[in-house]
C-alpha cells in the first residue's frame, strides 16, 4: 500500500491531510493487472473507483479511443456517482497498479469522516470537470456535427 504523504501529490487526494488519507487507507485495495487487460467494460456494472498508481489505460466507448489515463488519474467515478452501467471501457496499456475504492466503502467514509468524503467527492467532481472542459474543446475543435 502507498503512503499517505506520497498520495497527496493526486488530484483525488488534494486537500486532505496525511491522517485523513492514513484512514482510508484501509478502504482501498490494491489491484494488479497485465498489459492488454480490460479493468472496465462498457455497458457492464461498475461499483469502485480505480486509482491509477503506476502504467497507463485507454478509454474507448463502441471501440473508439477516447483518452488515456497516466499515473495519478482515477476513473469509473462515473458508475459510482451515478449507479448506471459503465459508459466506457478501460483497457491497460501497460503492466498497470491501481488502488480501489469501492460504493460500499465510500459510504462508510461518509459514515466515519464527511470531512473526508466531502473533500474526495469535490476532487472527483473537479477532475470530472476538467475531463468535461478537454470534451467541450475537442467538440469544438471538430467539425459541426448535424443531427
Do not use: C
Not at 2 to 14: E, R, T, V
Not at 80 to 91: C, F, G, Q, R, T
Amino acid at each position: 500500500m502507498m503512503n499517505p504523504s506520497a498520495l497527496q501529490k493526486y488530484a483525488l487526494f488534494g486537500g486532505l491531510m496525511e491522517e485523513q488519507i492514513e484512514s482510508i487507507l484501509p478502504f482501498m485495495h490494491e489491484e494488479k493487472y497485465g498489459a492488454d487487460e480490460l479493468l472496465i467494460t462498457e455497458g457492464k456494472p461498475n461499483d469502485k473507483i480505480f486509482f491509477l498508481v503506476e502504467g497507463q489505460v485507454a478509454v474507448s466507448k463502441k471501440e473508439i479511443d477516447l483518452a488515456r489515463f497516466s499515473e495519478g488519474e482515477a476513473f469509473g467515478e462515473m458508475e459510482v456517482l451515478d449507479v448506471m452501467p459503465a459508459a466506457a471501457s478501460i483497457k491497460s496499456l501497460s503492466p498497470v497498479i491501481v488502488l480501489t475504492i469501492s460504493n460500499k466503502s465510500l459510504r462508510e467514509i461518509y459514515k466515519k469522516d464527511i470531512t473526508t468524503f466531502t473533500l474526495m467527492l469535490m476532487n472527483l467532481a473537479r477532475d470530472l470537470v476538467r475531463r468535461l472542459r478537454k470534451m467541450d474543446e475537442k467538440f469544438a475543435s471538430s467539425p459541426p456535427i448535424f443531427f
